[in-house]
């Protein structure tokens, strides 16, 4: 299964397309396996915005495999550009893909996948910060699309941390370009705050923002959540115990972005204690940092069997809980 993606060639962009294809094959043959959830655009009861046919089974089907499918390009980009690896691969991508469709599961859209959307963008002008002179637009636009991602979805606020690590590892630490960063962040929450104070609701802005420490709820004994939850962190401490490997015969620049996608982890583990409700959503918060640390693993020679079976053994446990057999 992995040999399909371990080039970057446009046969190789062809094969992510049918394997997201694939993933989404069994709501395309019995739509009544999909849980429908109720999209919406942030701030909708304000400003009344719709995507046409998006609550609708295919029109769901159909958004879901355009935001993964388009993200899981911009991650396989984020770790070719930055050279984290020799191995030229979409690999990342396709961990990316199957991660997203997995923590999903019956429910394919989610509005996180749109706040996603604008980390993923806030990781590509964070890391094109090293040895650029005097980058003020990128820095800027590395708060700009963080505070877009929050706007959408407030937990992902913790990720402005790995934005100030990026300055302090990728540049030496000047206040100016602290205050590009904080002023580029501050900038779309200032025009929400505009645009909802014109439609006199400016209250839905900070119940948007607002963030209380609580410990993770889980109603109704989810077992397919805490299944998912169980694995997930097996698989992330697994790739903690894997740092000195994905270290090794780097660069230093790509060092310090691997270990930015470390912190990455770790604040979307600590982002769990502030959600009111946990659901599997949320896993998505993990969906960028884990699946570059992920594909990098996966895309070395060693071991390659082993890797094709755990592969393998996630696809097949997917599949089993679509089909409702755990």
């Not at 980390?119 to 636009?141: G, H, V």
């Not at 209250?203 to 939850?229: G, M, N, R, Y």
């Not at 996966?298 to 069997?305: F, G, I, Y």
Request: hydrophobic share 55%; glycine share 2%; net charge neutral.
């Amino acid at each position: 299964m992995l040999a399909l993606f371990r080039r970057n060639l446009f046969v190789n962009y062809l094969f992510l397309l049918g394997f997201a294809v694939v993933c989404l094959m069994p709501y395309l043959i019995k739509p009544d396996w999909l849980a429908m959830h109720d999209f919406q655009m942030p701030y909708h009861e304000v400003f009344e915005w719709n995507l046409p046919w998006i609550n609708t089974v295919y029109g769901q089907l159909f958004y879901a495999l355009i935001f993964i499918y388009v993200q899981s390009i911009m991650v396989a980009e984020i770790v070719i550009q930055n050279r984290l690896s020799r191995q030229l691969s979409i690999i990342p991508a396709a961990v990316f893909c199957f991660f997203c469709f997995w923590a999903l599961h019956n429910s394919v859209l989610d509005e996180v996948l749109l706040a996603n959307f604008f980390l993923i963008l806030c990781f590509r002008s964070l890391f094109d910060i090293y040895k650029k002179y005097k980058p003020i637009s990128t820095l800027f636009n590395a708060g700009f699309f963080l505070a877009l991602a929050v706007l959408v979805y407030s937990p992902l606020i913790f990720f402005f941390i790995i934005c100030f690590f990026g300055l302090l590892s990728l540049r030496s630490l000047k206040l100016t370009e602290f205050l590009q960063l904080s002023f580029g962040f501050l900038c779309p929450i200032f025009l929400a705050w505009v645009a909802l104070f014109y439609k006199s609701n400016t209250a839905l802005l900070w119940d948007q923002l607002s963030l209380e420490f609580s410990f993770p709820k889980v109603t109704d004994i989810d077992i397919p959540l805490i299944i998912k939850l169980t694995l997930l962190l097996l698989t992330l401490a697994f790739l903690v115990s894997q740092n000195s490997e994905l270290l090794k015969k780097k660069t230093f620049d790509a060092i310090k972005k691997i270990e930015l996608s470390y912190w990455g982890l770790l604040l979307s583990l600590v982002s769990l204690f502030f959600v009111k409700e946990l659901s599997q959503s949320h896993l998505l918060s993990l969906s960028i940092p884990s699946s570059i640390l992920a594909g990098l693993y996966l895309e070395s020679r060693d071991k390659m069997t082993i890797k094709e079976f755990a592969f393998l053994f996630y696809i097949v446990f997917y599949f089993l809980m679509v089909f409702e057999i755990v």
